[in-house]
Each structure stands twice: as structure tokens, then as C-alpha cells.
């Protein structure tokens, strides 16, 4: 049962992602608004089983990527978008922020690996993105952040290879604060 739903959300947000993409010059700036309202009809519909703790966010990314994929959109450009606006939305609707920051990021990271994109920028993008939803929505930044390269490194580091250095470096190098957090959590 618990497949058949991931499932279900999977394809369910990569058709209503194509659908309201299609046509659209500017991905980016669309992503956001498109993959946040997702998340919230999605929780709606389902939110006994959210309660139950699927991960419905992981699910939301991993389907907003295919939509992108679909329409022959840049993942990179819209990995921030995604991110922020599930964890936007996850969070509105009711969701834990933990549990949205976590979900999102963790599964940019594994997509953009299946997907042959480039994984230090989608672990950046993924951990700005969910910062600033958590900001949007008056969460704990600082928290988030944290939440966010711990999931990402974590994620990097069981895809194994090289990923968990491409990934911890990219995040020194272009996230601010990070360089300490990595520090913190070798301890």
C-alpha cells in the first residue's frame, strides 16, 4: 500500500508539474508557486497516510523533477525551486519542518545522481532552497540549514563513490555557514 502511494504522488506531481510548465519560458520563477500549491492539494488528499509518516516530500521532489525532465527543463536551474516550494508547502499544510527540509533535500540529491546532474550543485541549490521556505514560512533557519547538510551529506555519503566529497566541498564553498556545521557534525 505504501508503494502504490508513493507511487501515486510521484506521477500525480510530475503530470501536474508538466501540465502547468508546459510552455512556460521561465521555469525558475514558476516552480515555486506550481510545486508549493502540489504539495499543499496533495496533503489534502492524502493526509491520513502523512500522519503515518510517508515521506511525502521526497515523493513531491522526485516527481516535480520528472515533470521538469519531462518538458525538457533544466533540473539544475529548478532544483531550488522544487525544494523550496515543497518544503513551503509541506510545512503550510501542516507537515514538520524536519521531516519536509529532510525529505527534499535528501531526495534532490539521489535524483540528480540517477539523473546524471551534477550533485554538489543540487545539494547547493537543495540547502539554499529549504532555508528560504523555512524563512518564507517562519520557521527556524538556523535549524534548517543544519537539517539540511546533515540530510544531504547523509544521502551523499550512501550513494558512496566520490559523491560525499563533491558534495561536502560544494557546500563549503557556496553555502554560508556550512563549512561550520561540517566541522560540528565530524565531532
Do not use: C, H
Not at 76 to 87: D, L, M, P, Q, R
Not at 112 to 129: F, I, S, Y
Not at 149 to 166: N, R
Amino acid at each position: 500500500m505504501v508503494f502504490t502511494f508513493i507511487s501515486r504522488v510521484v506521477n500525480g506531481v510530475k503530470g501536474g508539474v508538466t501540465a502547468s510548465l508546459k510552455g512556460t519560458a521561465d521555469i525558475g520563477s514558476s516552480i515555486v508557486g506550481t510545486v508549493k500549491n502540489i504539495t499543499i492539494s496533495t496533503i489534502k488528499e492524502t493526509g491520513e497516510l502523512v500522519k503515518q509518516g510517508v515521506n511525502v516530500p521526497a515523493s513531491i521532489v522526485k516527481g516535480a523533477f520528472a515533470g521538469v525532465a519531462d518538458i525538457g527543463g533544466s533540473i539544475i536551474s529548478a532544483v531550488k525551486g522544487i525544494v523550496s516550494g515543497t518544503v513551503q508547502g509541506f510545512m503550510e499544510a501542516g507537515g514538520k519542518q524536519e521531516e519536509a527540509v529532510r525529505g527534499s533535500v535528501g531526495q534532490a540529491v539521489q535524483d540528480a545522481k540517477e539523473l546524471g546532474v551534477d550533485v554538489g550543485q543540487t545539494a547547493v541549490a537543495a540547502v539554499k532552497g529549504s532555508v528560504e521556505a523555512v524563512k518564507q514560512v517562519g520557521g527556524d533557519t538556523g535549524s534548517a540549514l543544519k537539517t539540511s547538510i546533515v540530510a544531504t551529506l547523509g544521502v551523499a555519503k550512501d550513494i558512496g563513490g566520490d559523491t560525499f566529497e563533491i558534495v561536502k566541498e560544494s557546500l563549503k564553498e557556496s553555502v554560508d555557514g556550512a563549512k561550520d556545521i561540517i566541522e560540528e557534525i565530524k565531532k
